[in-house]
């Protein structure tokens, strides 16, 4: 039954496995991401909208305390004023405080966080009711109530501190046992991935083995059927086991096979009989030998010109090597350019240098001016403590002053390095400036090159005037060609008695679907060497009756001008080849040109493909063929 299945069928039942596969990984990678998502969003928000602004307020009610520190002391130096300012802004601080509890109570809280929640509002309401008392007698003046509440008031900060870390001790454990969650989640969702993976693999496997075995391998199958009917072997036996798409694969070779068998058995008949029509062709060519004799001259007037041509190329090629030289000048001028530029990238790496150099003084410049920063706060501080008796900032200013010197001296080195740096910049200037006028020398040594090409452009003109010359041998050339027109017309009668054969393989070749481009003539010359010995015999008379020529080359050009006419199919690929047969136009086989042209114009392809196999002479034909298209 598997052998029978539709290769579409094959194919959609593995995508649907793939498919099902990777929906099924996908869905529990979604899962298993969800699930953690989840549980890190709950983490993130225990600790940026809990334990972030509980700590706030904590810090909040602490400063308003300071502050009501720094208004009793600013209130026993006699600053009255500043005392009342600095206890408003306590007051603020301490309504701060509530709001950002206010805000934290409406966040979502975690399971189990009531009670804690509980004793955090009890402490901060003991806490804020000691820090309004203190305020108002600070208002009141009454500075020995202030000083009495401080146990208090340090007794409440205490415990308001343990209740935050109480609440935030609990919100650390809880996150922790969501972290956990969240790690066995992540484990179960790798596992479970893991082996979906497998299976997907194994169903990969399978499906490689099921398809290789149902599609791949008959395909093979197939390929060297082809191959062999390609190569012309119709003798191997085909077998169609299926009624799939393969089956009908098969099946149509078959039928292809047999069809090939039958139209080549019909073509080797027709061409056995064209062979005959070829020798009568042969007959009448031989005489256009004698024309190429006048080709000949016209060929030697033509050798001379190209001697004219070798004498003007020769010149050019001077003319080259002086360009050459120009060349090597300009490229030694570059070298001299490429130094300066050398020159210039050393003297910026030198800036460089200075460079790293100032980012380090002034690394130190922000150290000092650090350090400077703790120092005056120190100052201030000690300001504050002592009163107008600080005799610490004396000794805090003198070390501020010395801290100003280091600054003073790093600035100088930095001022130097600048100016260094400056110089160098000039430095690299003058370089730049070198380097173009090297490029100027370039372009000098350039315009010479041209020059020198503008004298060759002057001998090619010389090598057009040679080409003319040529193009008027060629004319003459051309005119004898004209005078083989008649002994054309003559081949044309002898190809009329071979058109009723090559109507018969036309209809045997008609069943093929070629492209027009396509060389159907191929299997021509197989059954041309298969048949080589037969036709040798047969036109031996042909030479036989042209050996009482007066010049040895004149049975070659009666022997020729059989397969001469053979690569009529194909006369555009032949039209390349002119060129390697040109040094023989003096020969025997030169006389045999003027065929091929001719006969294309006045007959067609089909009658031309059968007269390749003429006689045993067709070997040396070629050469002969092509130098005739050249012309």
């Given at each position: 039954m598997l052998v029978n299945l539709k290769v579409r069928t094959c194919i959609v039942l593995v995508l649907l496995l793939f498919t099902g596969a990777m929906f099924i990984s996908n869905g529990v990678?979604?899962?298993?991401?969800?699930?953690?998502?989840?549980?890190?969003?709950?983490?993130?928000?225990?600790?940026?909208?809990?334990?972030v602004p509980l700590n706030r307020a904590y810090t909040v009610f602490l400063r308003a305390r300071l502050l009501l520190s720094t208004?009793?002391?600013?209130?026993?130096?006699?600053?009255?004023?500043?005392?009342?300012?600095?206890?408003?802004?306590?007051?603020?601080?301490?309504?701060?405080?509530?709001?950002?509890?206010?805000?934290?109570?409406?966040?979502?809280?975690?399971?189990?966080?009531?009670?804690?929640?509980?004793a955090v509002d009890a402490a901060l309401k003991e806490y804020d009711s000691v820090l309004k008392r203190q305020s108002a007698a600070l208002a009141s003046m009454a500075i020995q109530d202030y000083l009495n509440l401080n146990d208090a008031a340090s007794n409440v900060n205490t415990k308001f501190r343990e209740a935050v870390d109480a609440y935030l001790g609990f919100i650390d454990k809880r996150t922790d046992e969501l972290a956990a969650q969240a790690e066995v989640d992540h484990k179960i969702s790798r596992t479970v991935t893991i082996a979906l993976l497998a299976i997907?693999?194994?169903?990969?496997?399978?499906?490689?083995?099921?398809?290789?075995?149902?599609?791949?391998?008959?395909?093979?199958?197939?390929?060297?059927?082809?191959?062999?009917?390609?190569?012309?072997?119709f003798t191997g036996r085909i077998e169609v086991r299926s009624t799939n798409e393969i089956g009908q694969l098969f099946a149509a070779i078959k039928r292809m096979q047999e069809s090939l068998t039958r139209t080549v058995a019909s073509v080797r008949r027709g061409v056995d009989e064209i062979n005959v029509g070829s020798r009568e062709i042969s007959a009448g060519n031989t005489d256009l030998s004698s024309r190429t004799e006048q080709q000949a001259a016209s060929l030697e007037e033509t050798a001379a010109s190209m001697e004219q041509l070798a004498s003007t190329v020769k010149q050019n090629a001077d003319n080259a090597r002086q360009a050459n030289q120009l060349a090597a000048s300009a490229s030694d001028v570059a070298e001299r350019g490429g130094s300066a530029v050398?020159?210039?990238?050393?003297?910026?790496?030198?800036?460089?240098?200075?460079?790293?150099?100032?980012?380090?003084?002034?690394?130190?410049?922000?150290?000092?001016?650090?350090?400077?920063?703790?120092l005056a706060l120190n100052a201030a501080v000690e300001a504050?403590?002592?009163?107008?008796?600080?005799?610490?900032?004396?000794?805090?200013a003198g070390e501020v002053r010395s801290l100003a010197q280091r600054s003073a001296q790093a600035a100088k080195e930095i001022k130097g390095l600048i100016e260094d740096s400056v110089s160098k910049v000039g430095a690299g200037s003058q370089q730049v400036e070198r380097a173009g006028a090297t490029m100027q020398e370039i372009v000098s040594s350039v315009k010479r090159v041209t020059d020198i090409m503008g004298e060759i452009s002057a001998a090619s003109e010389e090598q057009s005037s040679g080409i003319d010359q040529v193009n008027r041998a060629v004319s003459q050339m051309d005119e004898v060609t004209q005078q083989n027109a008649a002994l054309v017309e003559e081949a044309a009668a002898a190809a009329g008695s071979l058109q009723e054969q090559a109507q018969r393989l036309a209809e045997?070749?008609?069943?093929?679907?070629?492209?027009?481009?396509?060389?159907?003539?191929?299997?021509?010359?197989?059954?041309?060497?298969q048949r080589s010995a037969p036709r040798v015999a047969a036109s031996a008379p042909a030479p036989e009756a042209q050996a009482a020529a007066p010049a040895a080359p004149a049975p070659k050009a009666s022997a020729e001008p059989e397969p001469a006419a053979a690569p009529k199919p194909a006369p555009a690929p032949r039209l390349a080849q002119p060129a390697r047969a040109k040094p023989t136009a003096n020969s025997g086989a030169t006389a045999a040109r003027p065929l091929r042209r001719p006969v294309v114009k006045t007959s067609d392809a089909t009658d031309a493909k059968p007269l390749k196999p003429a006689s045993a002479a067709a070997r040396r034909a070629p050469p002969a063929d092509d130098d005739w298209e050249s012309f």
């Amino acid at each position: 039954m598997l052998v029978n299945l539709k290769v579409r069928t094959c194919i959609v039942l593995v995508l649907l496995l793939f498919t099902g596969a990777m929906f099924i990984s996908n869905g529990v990678a979604w899962m298993g991401l969800n699930s953690s998502n989840d549980k890190l969003e709950q983490i993130n928000n225990a600790y940026s909208d809990q334990a972030v602004p509980l700590n706030r307020a904590y810090t909040v009610f602490l400063r308003a305390r300071l502050l009501l520190s720094t208004s009793l002391m600013d209130m026993q130096q006699g600053k009255t004023e500043q005392a009342t300012q600095q206890a408003k802004r306590s007051d603020g601080l301490m309504q701060d405080a509530f709001k950002m509890m206010d805000a934290f109570r409406k966040t979502p809280q975690l399971p189990g966080t009531e009670p804690l929640l509980q004793a955090v509002d009890a402490a901060l309401k003991e806490y804020d009711s000691v820090l309004k008392r203190q305020s108002a007698a600070l208002a009141s003046m009454a500075i020995q109530d202030y000083l009495n509440l401080n146990d208090a008031a340090s007794n409440v900060n205490t415990k308001f501190r343990e209740a935050v870390d109480a609440y935030l001790g609990f919100i650390d454990k809880r996150t922790d046992e969501l972290a956990a969650q969240a790690e066995v989640d992540h484990k179960i969702s790798r596992t479970v991935t893991i082996a979906l993976l497998a299976i997907a693999l194994l169903l990969a496997v399978g499906c490689w083995v099921f398809i290789s075995r149902t599609v791949l391998r008959p395909l093979h199958e197939a390929s060297d059927h082809f191959e062999k009917i390609s190569g012309g072997d119709f003798t191997g036996r085909i077998e169609v086991r299926s009624t799939n798409e393969i089956g009908q694969l098969f099946a149509a070779i078959k039928r292809m096979q047999e069809s090939l068998t039958r139209t080549v058995a019909s073509v080797r008949r027709g061409v056995d009989e064209i062979n005959v029509g070829s020798r009568e062709i042969s007959a009448g060519n031989t005489d256009l030998s004698s024309r190429t004799e006048q080709q000949a001259a016209s060929l030697e007037e033509t050798a001379a010109s190209m001697e004219q041509l070798a004498s003007t190329v020769k010149q050019n090629a001077d003319n080259a090597r002086q360009a050459n030289q120009l060349a090597a000048s300009a490229s030694d001028v570059a070298e001299r350019g490429g130094s300066a530029v050398a020159e210039v990238v050393s003297t910026m790496q030198g800036i460089s240098a200075s460079s790293r150099k100032i980012s380090e003084i002034v690394s130190v410049i922000d150290g000092i001016a650090f350090q400077t920063n703790i120092l005056a706060l120190n100052a201030a501080v000690e300001a504050a403590r002592a009163g107008e008796q600080g005799k610490g900032f004396a000794v805090v200013a003198g070390e501020v002053r010395s801290l100003a010197q280091r600054s003073a001296q790093a600035a100088k080195e930095i001022k130097g390095l600048i100016e260094d740096s400056v110089s160098k910049v000039g430095a690299g200037s003058q370089q730049v400036e070198r380097a173009g006028a090297t490029m100027q020398e370039i372009v000098s040594s350039v315009k010479r090159v041209t020059d020198i090409m503008g004298e060759i452009s002057a001998a090619s003109e010389e090598q057009s005037s040679g080409i003319d010359q040529v193009n008027r041998a060629v004319s003459q050339m051309d005119e004898v060609t004209q005078q083989n027109a008649a002994l054309v017309e003559e081949a044309a009668a002898a190809a009329g008695s071979l058109q009723e054969q090559a109507q018969r393989l036309a209809e045997a070749v008609a069943v093929f679907k070629i492209n027009a481009g396509g060389v159907i003539d191929v299997p021509a010359r197989q059954l041309a060497q298969q048949r080589s010995a037969p036709r040798v015999a047969a036109s031996a008379p042909a030479p036989e009756a042209q050996a009482a020529a007066p010049a040895a080359p004149a049975p070659k050009a009666s022997a020729e001008p059989e397969p001469a006419a053979a690569p009529k199919p194909a006369p555009a690929p032949r039209l390349a080849q002119p060129a390697r047969a040109k040094p023989t136009a003096n020969s025997g086989a030169t006389a045999a040109r003027p065929l091929r042209r001719p006969v294309v114009k006045t007959s067609d392809a089909t009658d031309a493909k059968p007269l390749k196999p003429a006689s045993a002479a067709a070997r040396r034909a070629p050469p002969a063929d092509d130098d005739w298209e050249s012309f």
